[in-house]
Nanobody, 117 residues
Framework: QVQLVESGGGLVQPGGSMRLSCVGSGVSLTTTIVSWYRQAPGEEREWVATASDDRRHLASAVKGRFTIERDDAKNTVYLQMNNLKSEDTAVYSC????????????WGQGTQVTVSS
């Protein structure tokens, strides 16, 4: 059974930093495509970042402030968020997609990030 568990969310002041974790069980985060998405209240879900093989991709809204990295030994993917802004407030979710035409996609339950003074 595949399970993705996000953690690390909470309340942070503007300009602060936060690191989100996505821990996988039943699926390898090393050999899959791992992405972070976010959804603010009343808004559509928005892609934030992707790690696949050695490549890293970031949305323009977070480039230069966020990074995505994997710890293969811990089967964990991190989203390091720096210089947070109020518009970064959202529920952040981890998505894992298996390679191949029949690859499955899995989602975590999400973690709330609130940027406010």
């Amino acid at each position: 059974q595949v399970q993705l568990v996000e953690s690390g969310g909470g309340l942070v002041q503007p300009g602060g930093s936060m690191r989100l974790s996505c821990v996988g069980s039943g699926v390898s985060l090393t050999t899959t495509i791992v992405s972070w998405y976010r959804q603010a209240p009343g808004e559509e879900r928005e892609w934030v970042a992707t790690a696949s093989d050695d490549r890293r991709h970031l949305a323009s809204a977070v480039k230069g402030r966020f990074t995505i990295e994997r710890d293969d030994a811990k089967n964990t993917v991190y989203l390091q968020m720096n210089n947070l802004k109020s518009e970064d407030t959202a529920v952040y979710s981890c998505q894992v997609t298996e390679w191949g035409e029949d690859g499955n996609t899995y989602w975590g339950q999400g973690t709330q990030v609130t940027v406010s003074s």
